[in-house]
């Protein structure tokens, strides 16, 4: 088969020919097309097809993949044409996106091998400039949300990750039921969880019945707004981080006040203290049981964490409601204030996280993906700007569909 008729099966060309192909300096094939005489171009913007020619444009250069193990370039004029919905525009060409200097075959392999390397990595591999990678994982994105197929919400997760270092945060709207990344919004204020409202449409955002998130209050005062059918469940992650937070702040002041063989037998006993017990191995068991005899603040503090632990065991909701306020009582009786601080904030957040006796979801999921996002910015070293982390978690996280050659 001549390279001729390869490309022109590879572009999909239908009113166009490849007029030839030709070696350039530094080893690029360069492939010039034109357009065939009696066929009907299409409009640049909408698709249709065009009425008139109205004479050309400069030439343009659409990069393509290696032939014969030299990268292919394919050169041409583009005819500015008459449509009758849009008026004068260019013309569409069948091998490349809008406005992309890329064709359609090499944005569908840079995309694909962009959701598994670093993109310096895929543009060195191609011979590409890294902004071309870029704006190939943009148009692959922008194509993903078009076309994925958005089904009824039911159970919703919000969380958060860190962008970068300091106080900046990505929100993130995921679907508990279907396990699937649906949003992003920069920060985590009532802003941006209104903005995903405002796209999921009041109709959709009418069918969600429980909302699991953690303890924000610029969350549960939008959603409380913006989904008013719905209930909001209180993560049982979080819930659990700031108990551990709460034990291993105790931890902390025993350790700068006291001396001596105390001192000694606690140090280096840090996740002793925050494992669950069923969790301990065979000579963590036996520390564990040496340290339990001591009567120190710590001791009090993982006796009321451990306490805790039985209330996500109860299957009613009255007998949880009875336990939690005991246990309410024990905690701020303890004279630990972190304990104390804790419990406050579990009286405040009571009825959120009662409801999760009924619900029993979590966004342990959501968590996970939170990791997996940790992992494709580390494997960047970084992103400098906030619009292109998006577009990576959308690419790599959201399980989008690629663009597809027709």
């Not at 959701?115 to 692959?140: G, I, P, Q």
């Not at 982390?389 to 790599?396: E, K, N, T």
Request: glycine residues 6%.
């Amino acid at each position: 088969m001549r390279i001729e008729q390869l490309i022109r099966k590879s572009l999909r060309l239908q009113a166009h020919r490849v007029a030839g192909v030709a070696r350039r300096r530094g080893g690029v094939l360069e492939a010039r097309v034109e357009a065939i005489s009696n066929r009907r171009l299409r409009c640049g913007r909408c698709g249709r097809k065009a009425v008139h020619r109205r004479g050309r444009m400069r030439e343009r250069r659409w990069r393509d993949l290696f032939v014969l193990g030299y990268p292919l370039v394919i050169v041409y004029a583009p005819y500015r044409v008459s449509c009758p919905r849009c008026g004068v525009r260019v013309e569409r060409v069948p091998w490349a996106p809008r406005w992309g200097r890329f064709t359609k075959p090499l944005g569908c392999a840079v995309a694909e091998l962009a959701r598994r390397m670093n993109w310096r990595d895929v543009a060195r591999y191609f011979r590409l400039d890294w902004k071309t990678v870029l704006a190939v994982v943009r148009w692959a994105v922008d194509y993903g949300l078009r076309k994925r197929e958005l089904k009824t919400l039911h159970y919703l997760g919000i969380d958060e990750v860190s962008r970068r270092k300091g106080h900046y945060y990505l929100s993130l709207f995921y679907d508990l039921g279907r396990k699937k990344l649906l949003y992003l919004s920069e920060n985590r204020d009532e802003n941006s969880v209104r903005t995903f409202f405002q796209w999921l449409g009041k109709r959709r955002s009418g069918s969600i019945r429980e909302v699991c998130m953690d303890m924000w209050k610029p969350y549960s005062n939008v959603v409380r707004e913006m989904a008013k059918k719905a209930v909001i469940v209180f993560d049982r992650f979080h819930l659990v981080r700031h108990l551990n937070e709460a034990v291993d702040e105790v931890r902390r002041e025993m350790v700068r006040e006291l001396v001596g063989p105390q001192a000694a037998m606690i140090k280096r006993t840090r996740y002793l203290w925050l494992k669950n017990h069923w969790n301990l191995k065979g000579e963590e068991r036996m520390k564990m049981r040496d340290l339990l005899q001591e009567n120190m603040p710590i001791v009090k503090a993982y006796l009321l964490k451990e306490a805790f632990q039985k209330f996500w065991r109860y299957q009613s909701k009255g007998h949880a409601r009875n336990y939690l306020r005991r246990w309410f009582w024990l905690a701020t009786h303890s004279r630990l204030k972190p304990m104390i601080k804790f419990a406050k904030l579990v009286r405040r957040h009571e009825e959120g996280i009662l409801a999760w006796i009924d619900s029993r979801i979590s966004n342990g999921a959501l968590e996970g993906m939170a990791n997996k996002i940790k992992t494709v910015a580390k494997r960047a070293y970084g992103f400098r700007k906030t619009e292109h982390y998006m577009l990576a978690i959308y690419h790599c996280c959201a399980e989008l569909p690629l663009p597809k050659l027709r």
